[in-house]
């Protein structure tokens, strides 16, 4: 129960975590162009 619990946080953070970078790597384009 609580390893379910641990994997669905650390896959939360991921997504976040890609989700920043996603939004970091269109501004960066966007300032480029």
Do not use: E
């Given at each position: 129960?609580?390893?379910t619990?641990?994997r669905?946080?650390?896959?939360f953070?991921l997504?976040?975590?890609a ?5 970091y790597?269109?501004d ?6």
């Amino acid at each position: 129960m609580g390893l379910t619990r641990l994997r669905a946080w650390l896959y939360f953070v991921l997504l976040v975590r890609a989700g920043r970078l996603v939004a970091y790597a269109r501004d960066d384009l966007k300032a480029k162009h």
